[in-house]
């Protein structure tokens, strides 16, 4: 396997991904790395760390791509970027399986819809960030940001790539599919939703369980949820934001008064992991389905475990043969329609 | 002061809006109210509760209209139902200024949208929920689930009603406007998105603040969010499972060990109070805005004490003016436009 890390854009880079890099090196051996960057820090950071390794290669591309950038133009323009320079090699060279990236996700969209190819079949590329539920497992979102328009067919084939993403990832068999709507019943949202509906319904190979209304979002009743990438990300981005607000709250509170400070210092392991456990990072990148070459944004503020992580679930979908399974998937339901 | 009580419906009814609607008579002496519902189970109520008062009038339409009915069908079929009996005496009746309903929502919004009229320019009704922020204000997301297809205009119209919703409301001076986006800066999102944001931007009378993403929902930093019907309902709906989630399984964890049951002693009353602050039912009812009657849909779970501050709301909305502000504001806007 070999996977290309782009080493600009990100909070924490080049550090974060060049250090996630050499990690992700050390637990899999069969895993061969080019990093996409400003070469001199590379090296810096490789000699530092004191890594020889001929597993990892090192193409210097040393220009930002940010979240200022128009996308187009930057895919236009910026043709010395890493993130650029990254697409362009994940497309022209057969050898390359995979790429991670921290940087600008517009761009990266933009990028990877005008270069890369969508697996055959497949109408829109999603992206699927995996979210803590309060039970304990992750809930997947597709799509949460890559498609504000869609239609019930891309809806449909969202919630087909989702179920092999969950499946691939995370080892959920069967993962229970909802349909992000206002209401319970078949009947209720806009007639995208009611359309969609009736096409999830008898779509080979999903399990799913209906409509899903946000409040359920995190009470582990659903593995994944399918949405237009508006409502998707507001979803994720609320519950990302609640769920801090409210541990921020509760530690103001506690602050507040002498007898909260002494029960809050004797819970203070439980918040610690609580904290640990909603932490986004700990929950790996954010793929990019639906694309010929695995694609796997990873969040802008990934430190060098985080990068590990997103390296790490790419492996994981190479090897469970994700896009294989999506392909298959999404031809199974063409000819059934 | 009339307002009409709609007594079925909701999951405590008749009892909830009876006893809730003697509360609030007891506060606002210039306040008269008409129950509407089974007479019988209205009559029993009030004769346990030892009330007489030339205040309350009764009107028997015993029939019950659910979330299963089909909204339109409800409307025209179910003639003497207490929803649909009420929202007549709403339009007939020029003594009755305001009506609150715990029932279905669905029902509600079109049986005001078909018999009752809009408030002179406004393009589409709007809901306007209030939710708790986690800095100890509300914030309102206007609109929430009555319309799912909007236009630029009609964000625009809700920037407005919402405003002076929450300066009627919650006296919150020059409130705070965010556009609900996928991104802060302004070329984000979709068309609609894109355009709203260049309207709300030279709207009179508003304190547009830019786009708001999702995660920034609750910090305090907007008081009124503009919104699609269909995103604005998962943001509000997302926050309040994610928050009720959140807690839930603190609570969880605090039982799992002897040293945390201690410390969640300690804190009991804490939680307890942030239970109570985060309680949707301590924040009123939900608005519909646009509307030349004030109206206001109660939870479908209000207790007396809810359905007592829907009541109350409804006074306030009407000893504000706010109906007559809006009209105000729609002409300016419309005339600058």
Sequence with gaps: MKI???????????????????????NNKDLRIVLVGDEEKIREILTRRRVRTPRIEIVHAPEEVTGNDKPIDAVRLKKNSSMIRAIRMLREDESVDAMVSNGATGVLVAAATLRIGRIEGVRRPAFCPMVPNMAGGPVGVCDSGANVDVTPEMLQQFAIMGTHYMETFRGIKNPKVGLLNIGKEEEKGDDLRREAYKLLEKT?????????????????????????????????KCAEGTALEVLKRLKRDINSKKKYQLGGLLMKKMFQEEKEFMNYLNYGGCALLGMEKVIVKGHGSSDRIATKVSIEQACMLLKGGMNEKIRDSIALCDQES
């Design 4 to 26: 290309i890390v782009d080493c600009l854009g990100g909070d924490n880079s080049p550090a974060a991904e060049v250090e996630g890099a050499v990690l992700a090196l050390k």
């Design 204 to 236: 080979p190979g999903i399990n799913f369980c209906g409509n899903m209304e946000a409040r359920e979002f995190l009470n582990g009743e659903f593995d994944l949820v399918v949405a237009d990438g508006f409502s998707g990300n507001v979803l994720c």
